[in-house]
Structures are given as structure tokens and as C-alpha cells.
């Protein structure tokens, strides 16, 4: 969002015509955001035969899948469910990574058969590939360099408790499976984990990785995941992708030397590319003052937009309808029946009953985890593209939340 002569826009669009027209709550995304962001990985690694492949758990909308279509980006996935999606908006099954973990075997089974790249993370399934594939249909295996890529453990998963991926340590007993199969294993693959909180410790997971990615000869790819950290308030550290990119090129381009073949180097950010992109709009229903504080309450909660509360996340919030106000202090809080705290004691512009509050940084997990909590219904999304805005979904209705329903006529 940007202030322009005292009044907020996203892309140029006016984000209070943008409330009027689509009402709130709404979510709307900037695809120049998303490009600059794409273009600045990409630049950063323009040394090397680099591919990114978009986490679309984070904001799988079919036309912000497009838009990255458009751009050249692949898209990496992790249910049955967003392979389709991604093959609907018009991707390449090559250019598809499906990267699930504890699924049935009949999910891999359906990925194999659409045609997209298959990432397996844990032994079991790899010897049940080996089984039915044999070195038919190429694999890519995903490893655990146990590095602690994040401070905060619930969004951390290179660590050696995680759930992900196959332990370093366990990288024999994968040779021999690998080997007893003869299975075609064409990419390695790591995720350490949402944060990457210094570029030492991706270095370091990806030099681990480098070593054990010469225990299979016939790699076309090596698929560092995402980390990517974005700024969520002003003087978070970010993962800085320049640097990132002058220190992994070298790394990688000797490594593709050693290993005798020139590899593809794959990234799959989410939240890097989509974070900042989104705006989510929400409208304050009530000033309620107590004798500890005031609250904002607003037409939305942890519902729509949960990361406050899961991940205890921090989202800027801005008063878009009073930009001029005297700033004081409130707590905003949404309107389920549950603790639904977006933020603790902000210092926001005046607010009043019927204003629009904007929380930063909803593009990524933002939609993607919403749900019909409370029985209530599921925001707008808006896409603002070059300088027009467009309905890329509808909010939702009563009939929406009751579609699913069987035996209505059943009598007790
Ligand atoms: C979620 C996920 C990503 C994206 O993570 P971000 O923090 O949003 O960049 C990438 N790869 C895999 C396998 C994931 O599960």
C-alpha cells in the first residue's frame, strides 16, 4: 500500500473505492509486487541455470497461479488437489514438483500418472516407488540436512525433530534402496524451513547437501526449497537475496563441475513471492473500551486470517480511512467467539466505528488457511494488475457453507 495525497492505494487502485465495490472483508494482491519479487530472485541468480517453482499452498488462487505462469515460474505442490489446480492455469507437468508428505501411496500414484515431478520424503514410500516404478519414472528425494534454519521451532522443519524429509543420517540405507530398485533419481531436494535466519546456515544445508547429492549420478536438478524470510514490520531481518545469490552461485557451479554435468538449481519461495503482495481489508465493527484497553473489533478474525494467532505472527495494521487521525493506542481483535488477536496494543490513527483497517503481508497463508469457523463465510479476492482490479473470487454465500450437507430430511 502506498499513501498518495493523503489517500491509500494498491497498485493505483483507491483502496477505499476498492472496500466500496467489493465490500469487506477482502483480500486483494498487487502482481507488480509479485514480479518485482520474482525478478529480484531471479536477478540474484542469473549465473546459474536457476528454476521457481512457486509454493502455491501459499495463495493458490488459479489466476495468481497464471500470472506466474506468465512470468516463466513452475510451481511446486503439495496435495493431488493443487497438481490439478496447477495443471487447470495451464502449467507444464514438467514443470509441476509435487512434494507431499505422509500421503497415501495412491496420491504419489495419481501425481506419477499427470505426468509431474514426484518428491519423496521418507524411505517407506521410496521403496514402494522402487516397487511399482522400478527406474521407469524418475524421483527426486527429499533430505533433512538437520540444519536449525529458523528461531521459532513451529516453522522450522530442517531440524533433527522435524517430521520432514529423509535424515542425512539415513543416507545409506537410501543408497540401498535406491541401488536394489535401480530407481532413476533425478533431483534432491531440501526445505529447512519457513525462516532461513542467516545465510551461514543455508550455505551450510546446502553444502550438506552437495555431499550427498554426488551419491546419485544421474541428478538433473537440485531443489533448495524456500525460507526465504520477508519483512513483516520495520527492522525484521529478511533473507537477502543478492547476497544469497553471490555466495550459493560459486558454491553451486563448482559442485556442478565436481558432479561433471550442469545442473538446474530450483527454489519453490511462497511467502517470499506473495507475502507482501496482499492486503487484507477489513472493516471495524465496534470501539469497545474495557478497563485494561481499547479494542478495535472487526468484521473478520482468526477465520480469515489466522497467522496472528497459529504462528503468532505480527501484521502491520493501518488505519486506511483516517490517515491524518491523532495515533493511540488499541487492541484489534476479530469477532470469533475465541481469542482472535491480530494486534496487541497498536498504535493505529484514530480509529471509529466503520472505519477500514489493512493488515500488511496477507498474501501469503493468509486465504490459503482461512475457514468457515463459526459458520462464517470466506472473504473476496481481488487481483490489481496493472492498474485495473479484478474479482479472481467471490465472496462466499449461506449457500456456499451449506452445499456439502446430506440427509437433511432425516427425522429425530
Ligand atoms: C511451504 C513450502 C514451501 C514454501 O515455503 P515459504 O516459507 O512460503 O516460502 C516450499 N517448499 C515446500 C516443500 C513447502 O512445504
Redesign the pocket.
Known sequence: MQLIDGRWQIGGCDVLELCDKYSTPVYVYDTAKMRERYDALKQAFAGTRMSIKY?C??LTNPAVLRFFRSLGAGV?T?SAQEVRMALEAGFEPQAILF?PNCVAFDEIRQAVELGVHV?IDNIPTLERFGDVYGGTVPVCI?INPHIMAGANPN?S?GHIDSK?GISIHQMRHVKRVVESHGIHVNGI?M?T???ILSIDSFVRAAEVLFDYAEMFPKLDFVDF????KVAYREGDVTTNVEELGRRLTPLFNDFCKRYGRELELWF??????VSEAGTFLVEVNVIKQTPAAVFAGVNSGMNHLIRPMFYDAYHHIVNVSNPDGPPRIYTVVGYICETDTFGLDRNLNEVREGDILAFNNAG??GISMASNYNSRLRPAEVLVHEGQDYLIRRRETFEDLTRCLESTDLQF
Open positions: 509454493a499452498k501459499a511446486d503439495v512434494t518428491n527429499r516453522i522443519v520432514f531436494h526445505h524451513g519457513s525462516d526449497g524456500s525460507g526465504f519453490e519461495p511462497g511467502k517470499f513471492l501469503a497463508y
